[in-house]
């Protein structure tokens, strides 16, 4: 797994919750963003895009840039830094554009 | 139905509601994030003062934040305005906004939209690449989940980056090397505004003092680079630029990019208010008179959106701003007002000092203004500087035909990350100016809403 790009204070690691990030168990600290969870777990693209398949990590963090993109419980497109994450939530990263539901 | 619905929960949003509500007005505030602050105070009241590295000026916000406690006041947090209509419409203003997944539209006799400022968008060959943010957006990471960037370049222009540099440092991470693009003919010219930047000399030693504790701490700097390029390497990034005519090649886990902010306009654009092209920002910016009244019935503008003064200014506008709309609800006499006012016309009076040195100063530099034709300028649609420029070659000559001829802005980020950048590359290509362009336009709704909560918009009261 590759190391984050980030990393926490130890003083703020306190209140770890667990969720699961494609399939796999991961923990992040309570009041974290989708964003920030996974930022703090490793340093790999959240998402590829639709039009050319180039990797992408969080921009801008505060909602306008929409390069966070993940499916968070079975629903596409969820802005990663504007979710908190809770207890087992379900985040996977995303490859090209949203499927329509019942097609792949 | 509420006198007032203030949009946006950051320094001009917090004092505005809070004053508004003691002064007898009945309040909405609404707000994107889950707590106050806007993304200056971000996560303040969950903080408090448990991170020092941050420095004084973010503890400072916690009283703002505290002070939205009042009986008048209804805040609703995580909720996104994807719509206002000005008073001409039926029981208008009206304002839109989302939140758990339900919609609804509320009425109220006046509007404030405070919705403050983005980082301008810093296109350069490499800036989609993982790893690459502004710095703005890590400095919110170290806010609002205590995550410090590891071997962090802080790359760009402007105040911010001495202040993120600072930071960093106290929290025992120092950025491996800050490359400035400013160079000392724009630093010369701006020394001409110093004298009156002393009027706001504290922010002036406060700047001398992040500089100070920069050297101090042996953080390499770099000034005058141009040329900037990202490129993959490993898990990282090779970052290389020229700096006084000579190459570096610098590498590093994440490059954190910043050439100042510039208001966030896409609810003000989408509401109708008229914008004007900031010459000295190069940005656009929501016309309004002192008092922060557009020429839209009801709809007011305060704070950083509204034009770039900085958070103490924003604050000070924001009492000014719900002050004269408690003038114009008749809760307030004009006299009174001129009377309160003082402190906070003295206080806008301060940053309004020190904005030109500023300004001249941290300059965006012309390269990311117009940028190589390699560059990806719409992050959403992938269209770089030289599609636009050869769609403005045949024929799109403003922003809306190049929006039909590339796509550029039509992405899920509705232009916010775009629209600046393919204003001032297509004026550099075409030499008009970005007044004759015009700016591109925003439509409701603002943040994208479901089909189905659409369907089901709450219409209330
Ligand atoms: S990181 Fe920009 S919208 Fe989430």
Known sequence: MTVSRFTRRNEAIQDIISFSLDGQPASACAGDTVAAALLAHDSAAFRHTGIHSSPRTPFCMMGICFDCLVTIDGVQNQQACMITVTVGMDIRRQAGFRKLEGRS | ?461
Not at chain 2, 233 to 240: E, R, Y
Not at chain 2, 264 to 291: E, F, K, Y
């Open chain 2, 1 to 461: 139905m509420k006198n007032l619905i203030v949009i946006g929960a950051g320094p001009a949003g917090m004092s505005a509601a809070a004053t508004a509500a003691r002064g007898g007005a009945k309040v909405l505030l609404l707000d994107e994030q889950p707590h106050p602050g806007g993304q200056i105070f971000r996560n303040i009241t969950r903080n408090r003062n448990t991170l020092p590295h941050l420095g004084p000026d973010y503890a400072k916000g916690l009283e703002q934040a505290e002070a939205l406690q009042h009986p008048n006041l209804t805040c609703r947090f995580g909720s996104t305005v994807w719509r206002i209509d000005d008073g001409r419409a039926k029981d208008g203003p009206r304002v839109a906004y989302s939140q758990n997944g339900k919609s609804q539209s509320v009425a109220a006799r006046h509007v404030l939209i405070a919705t403050g400022a983005q980082e301008r968008p810093t296109p350069f060959p490499g800036w989609t690449l993982p790893g690459v943010m502004p710095a703005g957006a890590a400095q919110i990471l170290m806010k609002s989940s205590d995550l410090i960037p590891r071997e962090a370049i802080l790359a760009g222009t402007g105040p911010l980056l001495y202040l993120i540099a600072a930071q960093m440092i106290d929290a025992g991470t120092p950025p491996l090397a800050l490359v400035e693009t400013q160079t000392s003919s724009m630093m010369a010219r701006a020394l001409s505004k110093m004298p009156r930047a002393m009027i706001d000399r504290q922010q002036v030693f406060k700047g001398l003092s992040l500089l100070r504790k920069i050297q101090k701490a042996g953080v390499r700097r770099y000034t005058a680079a141009q040329e900037f390029r990202a490129r993959p390497q490993g898990d990282g990034l090779t970052f290389t630029f020229t700096s006084k005519g000579k190459e570096h090649v610098l590498h590093c886990a994440l490059l954190l990019c910043h050439q100042g902010i510039v208001p966030s306009t896409n609810l003000t654009r989408s509401a109708g208010i008229p914008h004007q092209w900031n010459v000295t920002q190069l940005c656009w910016q929501p016309t309004h008179d002192d008092d922060g009244r557009t020429d839209r019935p009801g709809l007011w503008v305060a704070g950083d959106g509204a034009g770039i003064f900085g958070a103490d200014a924003a604050c000070a506008q924001g009492v000014i701003t719900a002050n004269a709309i408690l003038c114009a609800l008749d809760d307030l006499s004009p006299d009174i007002a001129r009377h309160i006012n003082a402190h906070a016309l003295n206080r806008r009076f301060r940053a309004d000092a020190l904005r030109p040195f500023l300004d001249a100063a941290y300059a965006p530099a012309p390269e990311f203004l117009s940028p190589v034709d390699e560059t990806i300028l719409c992050r959403c649609e992938e269209i770089t500087a030289g599609q636009v420029r050869v769609a403005a070659s045949n024929g799109a000559e403003g922003p809306r035909q190049m929006k039909t001829a590339t796509r550029a802005g039509m992405g899920p980020c509705q232009g916010r990350m775009c629209d600046l950048s393919v204003t001032t590359t297509l004026a550099a290509h075409s030499g008009r100016h970005p007044t004759d362009l015009g700016p591109h336009r925003a439509r409701s709704p603002c943040k994208p809403v479901t089909l189905g909560e659409l369907s089901r918009l709450d219409l209330g009261d």
